[in-house]
């Protein structure tokens, strides 16, 4: 984990309505992806900071986050950083179909795996705005996504905390089933004191307790949660 400053270089309108920012900063903030950021301005009634997830399958760092970004955040405003910090995906070298399924709305968080494995079969299931695609990969709507799993050796979800009860459904899996699959899910959740204070309103459902997403987290493997 690191701690830096980063500056705003520009501002721009996502495919799904969400902002994104494009920043500069050093390389050793770069989170990978699935692990998150913290930003704040340095000023008095910035009372939280804000957490920031890689958005672009680009090498340049364009970050989103899951909350609004405060309206005086403009290019040229200076940023205080915090991390990376948490666990992201661990992608293995030989998954060849590849499942990238958002769940709660835009891709953006997923995005930067699309490249991770130049030679896989990548296929894209969410029901949101798509962004520009490379063309070998296919998106499908959600509704088609338990077609998918037996094709699929790897599955990455981006979901939050409130849809973990309903996954079997939307997977098409029986009670108790969990994917034949390699699956890991990032948890999307408020995480306020980015693994500092261990709070708990992050706290996740395992097998084994509980977990918390700023820290254990936000990226599980799928088979240590209680779902």
Known sequence: MQNGKGRITEIIYG???RLLLRVDCSSALTPAPGQYLLADDGLADSVLAVPFFRASSTPELILQSPIPVPSHWVPGVELHLRGPLGHGFNLPAEAAHIVLASLRGGLARLLPLIHQNPQADIAIFTDAVLPDLPVSVEARPIADLPDALPWADFLALDLTIEMLP????????????????IAQVLVISPMPCGALAECG????SARKGYKLACKD???FDLKQLQW
């Open 201 to 204: 309103v992050c706290a996740v």
């Open 166 to 181: 309903n996954l079997r459904a939307i997977l098409g899996l029986a009670p108790h089933q969990r994917p034949a699959c």
């Open 15 to 17: 495919f799904d309505d």
């Open 217 to 219: 987290g936000p990226v």
